[in-house]
């Protein structure tokens, strides 16, 4: 069994800064791509941004040059640091990653979400 267990999120001001941090833990053999997708109220879920095994990395327009992802590998985390945050950057926020089991069964796992609310 594998599970993701995401932290980090919570209440800030518009401009400011948050990171959410993701954990993978269970009966990994590998993980692939790992990444961060988001949902608002009343709007479908939508990519944020992923990166690879190997650290190349790719962003959503809309957060790109403001979100930051990473990963530890010898860790199984992956983090999203958030700057510059806007009132639309408002959503639960998932952590979703490609994880191939110990009985080499590969499948696409996701986190419980986390919520992200940016207001003054």
């Known amino acids: 069994q594998v599970q993701l267990v995401e932290s980090g999120g919570g209440l800030v001001q518009p401009g400011g800064s948050l990171r959410l941090s993701c954990a993978a833990s269970?009966?990994?053999?590998?993980?692939?791509?790992m990444g961060w997708y988001r949902q608002a109220p009343g709007k479908q879920r939508e990519y944020v941004a992923h990166?690879?095994?190997?650290?190349?990395?790719n962003y959503a327009s809309s957060v790109k040059g403001r979100f930051t992802i990473s990963r530890d590998n010898a860790k199984n985390t992956v983090d999203l640091q958030m700057n510059s945050l806007k009132p639309e950057d408002t959503a639960v926020y998932y952590c979703?990653?490609?994880?191939?089991?110990?009985?080499?069964?590969?499948?696409?796992?996701w986190g419980q979400g986390t919520q992200v609310t940016v207001s003054s």
């Open positions: 979703q990653a490609h994880i191939t089991t110990i009985n080499y069964l590969g499948d696409n796992y």
């Open positions: 269970g009966s990994i053999f590998r993980i692939d791509n």
């Open positions: 990166i690879t095994s190997g650290g190349s990395t």
